[in-house]
């Protein structure tokens, strides 16, 4: 069954079109991640399926029911936000039991979706603390710990990571990817980062300007980018993007390389200027220029490597990507 289908969304703030003709399916059980730039509409787009924005036109469907006008708490859903949300007043029992409460649960089935969910999180020595007494990634646990005891048909986290700091961001996603897998609940979760969206989702929908751009896994997205926007918002470092004429002399298109599929090459086509050597351990990323195009090398490995000269730079033909005026690729 379908977890959530969205058909010809609209929405427009007076004049402003923010979300235009959004189409999308999600499959019981499906992890989701819309991603895109800051300002492009995922958080309306998340609110819409919440019922805390009405839809201009088209229409929303939760487990199959059209929920167009159905109020936020009778959607089945439960809604976990970048700022915790948490009251401050309240000890963390009490703020996971409070929807429950609300909804007029018995003391013994809400205890058993407590214990359960604080256990799941780890949460249980901090049960009597207020929100005050915790850091910023236990808030965050128990923000997702009242989502959880709702039991809801459908999450949806909305940057639920971006005030953690980078350590505790990794840990909190690779938690959050663990609670899919425990509950096999069906998940929308927004972001603007794409490492996020690469190593969360089933299914990534990129969203510009209130438009879907492209539905896929991530590595048919990785992959098989239908335009340069796809192709150079995921992957990190992002894709290297070049007048195709720079290799292939007369042709007017755009052609793209990943960093890691240039390889060092004295007579390569790339002959880069480096600015920076970045040795990360693992890797090492060499940037630099070409004229005035930026260039990212991404070389496995370790090596002695430094700024100041020239370095040739190839790659394989297949591994190159081309794109029309229009930023369309071209296969
Ligand atoms: P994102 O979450 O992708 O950063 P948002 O959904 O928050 O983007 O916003 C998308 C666009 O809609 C922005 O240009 C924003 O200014 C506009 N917008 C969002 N909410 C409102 C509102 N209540 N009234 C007017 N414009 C809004
Ligand atoms: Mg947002």
């Known amino acids: 069954m379908t977890a959530l289908t969205l058909t010809n969304v609209c929405k427009s703030f007076d004049k402003t079109e923010v979300l235009k003709d959004i189409n999308i399916e999600i499959e019981e059980g499906e992890f989701v991640v819309f991603v895109g730039p800051s300002g492009c509409g995922k958080s309306t787009l998340l609110r819409v399926i919440a019922g805390l924005e009405d839809a201009t036109s088209g229409e929303v469907r939760i487990g199959g029911e059209v929920v167009n006008h159905v109020p936020p708490s009778k959607r089945g859903i439960a809604m976990v936000f970048q700022s915790y949300a948490l009251y401050p007043h309240l000890n963390v ?17 809400i205890d058993a979706r407590v214990a359960e969910a604080s256990r799941m999180l780890d949460l249980d020595a901090y049960l009597d603390r207020l929100p005050s007494e915790l850091s910023g990634g236990q808030r965050q646990r128990v923000a997702i710990g009242r989502a959880i005891v709702r039991n809801p048909k459908l999450f949806l986290f909305d940057e639920p990571l971006s005030n953690l700091d980078a350590a505790l961001r990794m840990n909190t996603r690779v938690e959050i990817a663990a609670l899919h897998d425990q509950l096999g609940a069906s998940m929308v979760y927004v972001t603007h980062d794409q490492t996020e969206a690469m190593t969360l989702a089933d299914k990534i929908v990129v969203l510009r300007d209130g438009r879907v751009e492209q539905v896929g896994s991530p590595m048919e997205l990785y992959n098989d980018p239908v335009n340069k926007f796809v192709a150079g918002f995921l992957g990190s470092p992002a894709m290297n993007f070049m007048p195709a004429d720079l290799v292939n002399a007369g042709d007017k298109r755009t052609l793209g390389v990943r960093p890691e599929d240039l390889f060092l090459a004295d007579d390569g086509p790339l002959q880069v200027d480096v600015t920076h050597v970045e040795k990360l351990g693992g890797d090492t990323n060499v940037i630099g220029k070409v004229g005035e195009l930026q260039i990212t090398a991404r070389l496995f490995g370790q090596h002695d490597l430094k700024a100041g000269g020239t370095l040739g730079f190839g790659f394989d033909g297949a591994a190159a990507y081309y794109f029309d005026e229009g930023g369309n690729r071209v296969r």
């Open 93 to 109: 029992r009490k703020n996971m039991s409070l929807a429950l409460k609300q909804e007029k649960r018995s003391q013994e089935v």
